[in-house]
């Protein structure tokens, strides 16, 4: 059962402990308010100002367990306060694997800081957790998948158009070969019985491209540092790709930049005018 008054409590202590600098957030001249405002909080983890108001009332109602883990990333609270947190709305708190869809605050806040790149943490079975505007712009939004289909693995397996435009024709082979590869080290790590192996078990029913290529024992392929993204509007861009892992985590940070001067960063630079607006052909799929 939810506890309303203990919630509230905690949300609002949290919420005043962080700054804006805190979240990547600039302080302005006049700011009065100690810690971040509830519309700010409310931002951060993607909901209305009035529910989330509502819940630091104590008149809102039970956040569900996709709304708590959205809170708890968007007032970056640690493992320990995101189970306190969980518990507090009613919920049992997440089962801690070595595959940890929680983004530890050290990592939210280097993200924070890269709002104006292209970044992204991403899990060991190509599960995009968050993004910044830049990289939903880029690659498309992919934090609001659900099922089997959060995995860029499963979706590029499965024919899903946007999971495969996203790079140029020539690279398909290649990205299909690191994708099964980067599975394979998920699976080894997970073993029986875990995520990665309900997507393996699905991914040999559904394609026989996987199917080949998991023949091949492929395990630990290299990727290469540049990447080349299309992108609907701009074209391709070539981009290196820097990769930040938390090992504790099961997770890595992605940047994406691109060299000064080059065609691809005067794309960049476009990229940020664009935002989020994508050719019709790169709708989301209904059912996310």
């Known amino acids: 059962m939810v506890d309303r008054e203990q919630l509230a409590d905690f949300l609002r202590r949290r919420r005043e402990a962080l700054q804006p600098e805190d979240v990547g957030l600039t302080r302005g001249p006049r700011r009065r308010t100690?810690?971040?405002?509830?519309?700010?909080?409310?931002?951060?983890?993607?909901?209305?100002?009035?529910y989330y108001s509502r819940l630091e009332q104590e008149r809102g109602p039970q956040p569900s367990e996709q709304m708590t883990a959205a809170i708890a990333r968007g007032l970056h609270l640690s493992l320990d306060e995101r189970d306190?947190?969980?518990?507090?709305?009613?919920?049992?708190?997440?089962?801690?694997?070595?595959?940890?869809?929680?983004?530890?605050?050290?990592?939210?806040?280097?993200?924070?800081?890269l709002q104006d790149t292209p970044a992204q943490v991403v899990t060991g079975l190509a599960e995009t957790l968050v993004q910044t505007p830049l990289a939903a712009a880029l690659l498309g939004n992919e934090t609001n998948?659900?099922?089997?289909?959060?995995?860029?693995?499963?979706?590029?397996?499965?024919?899903?158009?946007?999971?495969?435009?996203?790079?140029?024709?020539?690279?398909h082979p290649i990205r299909s070969r690191l994708f099964t590869s980067d599975l394979r080290s998920a699976?080894?790590?997970?073993?029986?019985?875990?995520?990665?192996?309900?997507?393996?078990?699905?991914?040999?029913?559904?394609?026989?491209?996987?199917?080949?290529?998991?023949?091949?024992?492929?395990?630990?392929l290299a990727h290469d540092r540049t990447k080349?993204?299309?992108?609907?509007?701009?074209g391709v861009l070539e981009l290196d790709c820097q990769i930040l892992l938390d090992p504790d985590q099961a997770q890595a940070l992605l940047v994406f930049t691109a060299t000064p001067g080059s065609e691809s960063y005067e794309k960049l630079?476009?990229?940020?005018?664009?935002?989020?607006?994508?050719?019709?052909?790169?709708?989301?799929?209904?059912?996310?």
């Open 34 to 50: 100690n810690g971040l405002r509830r519309e700010e909080v409310a931002a951060l983890s993607g909901m209305s100002v009035d």
């Open 84 to 113: 306190h947190l969980f518990r507090l709305a009613g919920h049992n708190a997440p089962v801690r694997t070595s595959r940890s869809e929680h983004v530890s605050p050290g990592m939210l806040r280097i993200l924070d800081r």
């Open 145 to 171: 998948y659900t099922g089997l289909a959060r995995s860029m693995t499963y979706r590029w397996f499965t024919d899903d158009p946007d999971a495969r435009r996203v790079y140029p024709i020539d690279d």
């Open 187 to 220: 699976y080894s790590r997970e073993g029986a019985g875990s995520r990665a192996e309900a997507l393996v078990e699905a991914l040999l029913a559904r394609s026989a491209e996987f199917e080949a290529l998991w023949s091949e024992h492929e395990v630990g």
């Open 228 to 234: 080349r993204i299309q992108h609907p509007e701009l």
């Open 269 to 288: 630079q476009l990229l940020s005018v664009i935002g989020e607006q994508r050719m019709s052909s790169y709708a989301q799929h209904p059912d996310k």
